[in-house]
């Protein structure tokens, strides 16, 4: 079992920033995918950013180039940097850990607002 706790939302104007964390407790975030995704009011939620447990990452289209997604093995973190915040980026953002389809664990997400 994994438990996940995310930090750092918050209020930030467009052309902002901010870094979200994720912690983990429980055995074995080394081995685990780590993610990032996030839900706005009305849509589905959507993977934002990924860092396998060799840390290779992908990130979806609309985020390349601003958001970095990075992960510390020692510390059982994960973390996202939001760089050059768009309104469009308004939602919750959630962590996930994956390793198998019965290995799969979602933190209770941190609001991100991105509003002047």
């Known amino acids: 079992q994994v438990q996940l706790v995310e930090s750092g939302g918050g209020l930030v104007q467009p052309g902002g920033s901010l870094r979200l964390s994720c912690a983990a407790s429980g055995r074995g975030f080394s081995l685990f995918t780590m993610g990032w995704y996030r839900q706005a009011p009305g849509k589905q939620r959507e993977l934002v950013a990924q860092?396998?447990?060799?840390?290779?990452?992908h990130y979806t289209d609309s985020v390349e180039g601003r958001f970095t997604i990075s992960r510390d093995n020692a510390k059982n973190t994960v973390w996202l940097q939001l760089n050059s915040l768009k309104p469009e980026d308004t939602a919750v953002y959630y962590c996930n850990a994956y390793y198998s389809r019965l290995s799969d664990f979602w933190g209770q997400g941190t609001q991100v607002t991105v509003s002047s």
């Open positions: 860092i396998t447990s060799g840390g290779s990452t």
